[in-house]
């Protein structure tokens, strides 16, 4: 895996790296702004797979729980460029009872370069159903929150 240690102060927050490319910018030799909530949800997919034991696709393809998103919101603060590793912060900030809402920030070289917050709803993945955190999912979560 492609990960940094924990600070032990930041017990919560999941740190994922992400090498930019030079296929990922634009001709103002800057990532893409697609490529930014792209970058923060390649970080939530391994979140899930680091703390929860299944990836996106797995959980849907296994448990038939999938977990679409119905909210996304991203500031950029400072360019993204292919210079420096992009580290991405992922913070589980909110569980509710059928959605999640995760904080993600992302810096290069110590500078912030965008943040945002996502949410996703549990569904029963074939009928696109909502449904409650399923019980087992929900007890590795409610450890996890952050304040």
């Known amino acids: 895996m492609n990960e940094i240690p924990k600070n ?3 017990s919560n927050v999941f740190t994922h790296v992400i090498q930019v490319r030079w296929a990922d910018c ?19 997919d ?8 299944y990836d996106w696709f797995r959980i849907n393809v296994d448990r038939n729980v999938g977990t679409p998103f119905v909210h996304l919101s991203v ?8 210079r420096h590793p992009l580290i991405c912060e992922v913070r589980l900030i909110r569980l509710g009872e059928s959605s999640v809402r ?8 110590g500078v912030l370069c965008f943040e945002g917050e996502f ?15 399923p019980a087992d999912i929900r007890l590795k979560l409610e450890a996890l929150v952050t304040d």
């Open 119 to 133: 949410v996703e709803v549990f569904v029963e993945a074939e009928a696109h159903s909502k449904i409650p955190v």
């Open 26 to 44: 634009d001709p103002a030799r800057i990532a893409y702004t697609g490529r930014i909530p792209y970058f923060a949800l390649e970080a939530i």
């Open 75 to 82: 500031d950029f603060r400072s360019p993204v460029t292919p």
């Open 102 to 109: 995760f904080a993600v920030r992302g810096l290069q070289d």
């Open 8 to 10: 032990p102060a930041q």
């Open 46 to 53: 391994t979140w899930w797979d680091v703390h929860i034991g």
